[in-house]
């Protein structure tokens, strides 16, 4: 996420065991055969904003080196300590999306989901988020990425207002949206009560999302220097973006 986002240390846990994850699985999933279908390889990975792992848990294996990184040092701690589904563990580095740590040319695939890189809240950043990316990836790599749409951010969080996205025995979850519409960002306050012993333990969090539209995205992409190949609202069926759709999704390559 952009330098200086200090989301997701108090709510790692309760992501990591609110469901938010399945996202991250389906893609996991879908993954392989959108690469295949398009005759991309993913020998060496790089996920920005990893997260808790679950992704690249997914699809590290004997044959591939997948590293994540995540500016959440506790994400970072639960991604390190879960373990590995298959004969790999990913590696880990908590890094900026702006400025990861490694040499030109070190990964085939790099990849960002479930609106990170909405948390990039100026233009100016999110192109050198991609020229970074640009860097990073061997020629004839792909950036594989996904965002929440203008329409989501400003009509579909906002139609259900304050809301309850967790009740149990365990834990509250209480998010409440905004949107402005100067600058195109939607504003998430989340308030959680988690239990502790005999009593309950606050967390409050303010997550910010910039909306950008697919000829944005698009133009900053080929201003960094990739080549756009396609993008769609669902990667798994590769539906078409139109006005209404909730998340857009892009496969870029660099030029060899």
């Known amino acids: ?117 909405n948390y990039v809240t100026s233009e100016e950043d999110l192109r050198s988020v991609f020229e970074e990316v640009n860097r990073l990836l061997i020629p004839g790599g792909a950036f594989v990425f996904d965002m929440n749409t203008v329409f989501a951010l400003s009509v579909l969080w906002q139609r259900e207002g304050v809301s309850i996205q967790r009740n149990d025995s365990e834990v509250l979850e209480i998010q409440m949206p905004s949107f402005d519409f100067d600058t195109v960002t939607a504003k998430l306050e989340i308030l959680v009560m988690v239990r502790e012993g005999n009593g309950w333990r606050r967390i409050d969090e303010t997550h910010l999302e910039r909306g950008y539209t697919p000829q944005e995205v698009i133009g900053l992409l080929k201003g960094a220097g990739f080549d756009v190949r396609g993008f769609w609202e669902d990667l798994e069926y590769l539906t078409p973006l139109h006005d209404e759709s909730p998340r857009m999704w892009f496969l870029t390559i660099v030029p060899e």
């Open 1 to 117: 996420m952009q330098k200086g986002n200090r989301c997701f240390e108090g709510f790692a846990e309760v992501y990591r065991s609110g469901g938010y994850a399945r996202f991250s699985e389906r893609v996991t999933r879908v993954l392989p055969g959108f690469l295949a279908e398009h005759g991309l390889s993913a020998n060496s990975v790089l996920d920005l904003a990893c997260g808790e792992g679950t992704f690249l848990r997914g699809i590290a294996t004997e044959n591939n080196w997948a590293v994540g990184v995540d500016l959440s040092r506790r994400m970072l701690s639960l991604a390190q300590n879960a373990e590995a589904q298959g004969n790999s563990s990913p590696l880990y580095a908590a890094a900026d999306m702006v400025s990861p740590p490694f040499v030109p040319g070190s990964f085939d695939l790099v990849t960002c989901w479930f609106d990170s890189l």
